[in-house]
């Protein structure tokens, strides 16, 4: 049974920084790109970040510079750091999982992805 399990979720302030956690099983975990999608209120499912099984990240623009993918396929677990948050931040996170096997992961839309985590809410007050 795949599961997909998130974590570090929160409210923060401004400025703050949060990190994301996403427990993966019931897969072949190394040989698939992993996605962080946000979905704010009343718009629709986002690309933040993925990272491919060989560790290769890719960001949208809105958050490059400031949040960083990484995972580790012996743990079968990735992260999301998130740091110099803004209020335009505030969403549900939530990872997913693509069978796509490459050095660079660009699948970026939700269609691509086989598995979902449930989601964290991620609240950022200015």
């Known amino acids: 049974q795949v599961q997909l399990v998130e974590s570090g979720g929160g409210s923060v302030q401004a400025g703050g920084s949060l990190r994301l956690s996403c427990a993966a099983s019931?897969?072949?975990?190394?040989?698939?790109?992993m996605g962080w999608f946000r979905q704010a209120p009343g718009k629709e499912r986002e690309v933040v970040a993925t990272i491919s099984g060989y560790g290769t990240a890719d960001y949208v623009d809105s958050v490059r510079g400031r949040f960083t993918a990484s995972r580790d396929n012996a743990k079968t677990t990735v992260w999301l750091q998130l740091s110099g948050l803004k209020p335009d931040d505030t969403a549900v996170y939530s990872c997913?999982?693509?069978?796509?096997?490459?050095?660079?992961?660009?699948?970026?839309?939700?269609?691509?992805?086989?598995?979902w985590g449930q989601g964290t809410q991620i609240t950022v007050s200015s």
């Open positions: 997913a999982a693509s069978a796509t096997y490459s050095v660079r992961c660009l699948s970026r839309r939700p269609s691509e992805y086989d598995y």
């Open positions: 019931g897969y072949k975990f190394n040989r698939y790109c």
